[in-house]
């Protein structure tokens, strides 16, 4: 299944974030960049992550991640606790692999991030690395796909809180009858 820029859209419109002018920033080196522009290579990180963490059947992973992490990142405080445990994560992989986070391939990838502990780490904004990547990496991954119409689909949420399905999703349902 293919994700795209509308479906991130979609996720981003259920954190609250104002979605209407949500444009991809990227820090392409350029003196006109904006604070909130996203530099390449965490932008890279974090798509390299999502490869690891999203069903193998999704597709459009890319675009998707680089749409939702433009919208999201507007708040200064959670965009340095992004771009830094990328940055950690990233130096980690440096570390242990002799190589960055993104030429790694995604059974490494997936290694290092059980390795790290971040599967079973509680997602903590404060914490120790692993507990910081499972907060501002992973979990913030997971929700935009999963509160994504097509990401909710393919892992059997047909109706994603605030994603209405219409009056055909409401026929489908059947109740139980009590008695």
Do not use: C, K
Not at 79 to 89: F, H, N, Q
Not at 148 to 161: A, D, H, Q, Y
């Amino acid at each position: 299944m293919d994700l795209t820029r509308r479906d991130a859209l979609a996720a981003l419109a259920a954190t609250g974030a104002a979605v209407g002018g949500t444009a991809l920033l990227r820090d392409d080196g350029d003196s006109e960049a904006t604070e909130a522009a996203v530099p390449d290579d965490a932008l890279a990180s974090l798509v390299a992550v999502a490869q690891v963490v999203y069903p193998d059947e999704a597709t459009g992973i890319e675009p998707f991640v680089e749409t939702y992490v433009a919208g999201r990142l507007d708040d200064p405080a959670h965009r340095s606790g992004v771009l830094d445990a990328v940055a950690e994560l990233d130096a980690t992989a440096r570390d242990w692999f002799d190589a960055p986070l993104t030429d790694l391939d995604p059974e490494t990838r997936d290694r290092l991030l059980r390795d790290l502990g971040v599967d079973v780490a509680g997602p903590n904004p404060d914490g120790n690395l692993s507990d910081r990547v499972r907060f501002y990496v992973v979990n913030e991954l997971l929700y935009a796909f999963y509160a994504s119409p097509t990401g909710g689909r393919l892992v059997g949420i047909e109706n994603p809180i605030g994603h209405p399905g219409g009056t055909e999703s409401y026929q489908r349902a059947r109740m139980e009858d009590d008695g």
